[in-house]
């Protein structure tokens, strides 16, 4: 059981997610779910359909980001999230980015 006085360890990770996840409000679902989270980073969408993001926060909160990106909002169908380890985002909140 962890010491509830030990800061839970900051991690980062990158997120390249698949499946029907543009158009159906998958980043500012995610922005909401991050922010919820307490995390730092971005979300963008991708020109080959997918959704990429960057989040960075307390180790537990990235990795209930990651559970729900597995999921996404309501309307899409996630097919597979590959999860790497990231660099640290710039700035102090999450933020919606343009596509690239």
């Not at 979300?43 to 597995?70: H, K, M």
């Not at 996404?72 to 933020?95: D, I, L, M, N, T």
Request: charged share 20%; hydrophobic share 40%; aromatic share 4%.
């Amino acid at each position: 059981m962890s010491d509830p006085h030990v800061p839970d360890p900051r991690i980062c990770r990158r997120l390249e997610i698949h499946g029907l996840v543009q158009g159906v409000a998958y980043r500012a679902s995610a922005a909401g779910e991050a922010k919820r989270l307490g995390l730092i980073g971005w979300v963008r969408n991708r020109r080959d359909g997918s959704v990429e993001a960057l989040v960075a926060g307390p180790t537990r909160q990235v990795e209930a980001f990651i559970a729900w990106a597995r999921r996404g909002p309501a309307a899409a169908a996630v097919s597979s999230v590959a999860v790497q380890p990231g660099h640290p985002p710039e700035g102090r909140s999450f933020k919606v980015l343009p596509s690239v």
